[in-house]
């Protein structure tokens, strides 16, 4: 059901619409409910990277996609992969706290 919806989506909203990448995120979490997860982490990527390109390294969105996809990989005992992305996330919001007027998302 979200492949055909994912589809019809990238079809007439593109692939870094915001419907899209919520489509996509919510194939990912069926993906990894079934235990599919080379396919979910590969969807988590191209997720990642679409909200990088659309919104930015900065925005709250891309945060989200980077922490879905560090959960992802520490499911599939990739452990150093995640806990990288764990850090980077966990600066980011520290640089968020200090400097809260840069950021309006």
Known sequence: MYREALGISR???????PDT???????????EAQGK???????????????????GDDATDTISA????????DSQGKRSEAEMLNEAIQV????RTLTPTLFSS
């Open 92 to 95: 980011h919001q520290r640089f």
């Open 11 to 17: 079809k007439f909203a593109g692939n870094d619409n």
């Open 21 to 31: 990448l919520y489509v996509m995120e919510k194939l990912n979490l069926s993906l």
């Open 37 to 55: 997860w080379p396919e979910a982490e590969a969807g988590r990527r191209e997720e990642l990277a679409a909200w990088e390109k659309r919104a």
């Open 66 to 73: 980077l922490d879905r996809l560090g959960t992802d990989l």
